[in-house]
Nanobody, 116 residues
C-alpha cells in the first residue's frame, strides 16, 4: 500500500553536497507532515527536518543553514538538500510522513556517509 522510496544517498567528502529525495505513493498525502530523520550507529534516531503541507519547516539546530527541506504536493515528494556536509552527518536517513489519524510511514532508509 503506502510506500516511501528514498534516493540520493551515498559517499561524499566533507564540505560536499547531496540531495535526498523521497517519493511517496499509496494514499492521499495532503495535510501531512513530511520529514527526514537520521540515525547514526549507536545513536537514537533524530529528526533532521520537517515540512508541513503548507510549507512550514523545522530543522534540528545542527543542520540549520546547511540543509533545506522541500516538498512537492503534486508529486508527493519530499527532498532534502544537504550542503556543507560534515562527518557527523553520517547516518542512515529516513523519509517520514505523519498523516491524520495517527498514521506514520517510513522509508527504508538511505545511507549518507561523509568521509574522505
Amino acid at each position: 500500500q503506502v510506500q516511501l522510496v528514498e534516493s540520493g544517498g551515498g559517499l561524499v567528502q566533507p564540505g560536499g553536497s547531496l540531495r535526498l529525495s523521497c517519493v511517496a505513493s499509496g494514499r492521499d498525502f495532503s495535510l501531512t507532515i513530511m520529514g527526514w530523520y537520521r540515525q547514526a550507529p549507536g545513536k537514537e534516531r533524530e529528526m533532521v527536518a520537517t515540512i508541513t503541507s503548507g510549507g512550514g519547516t523545522n530543522y534540528t539546530d545542527s543542520v540549520k543553514g546547511r540543509f533545506t527541506i522541500s516538498r512537492d504536493n503534486a508529486k508527493n515528494t519530499v527532498d532534502l538538500q544537504m550542503n556543507s556536509l560534515k562527518a557527523e552527518d553520517t547516518a542512515v536517513y529516513y523519509c517520514n510522513i505523519v498523516a491524520r489519524y495517527q498514521y506514520t510511514f517510513w522509508g527504508q532508509g538511505t545511507q549518507v556517509t561523509v568521509s574522505s
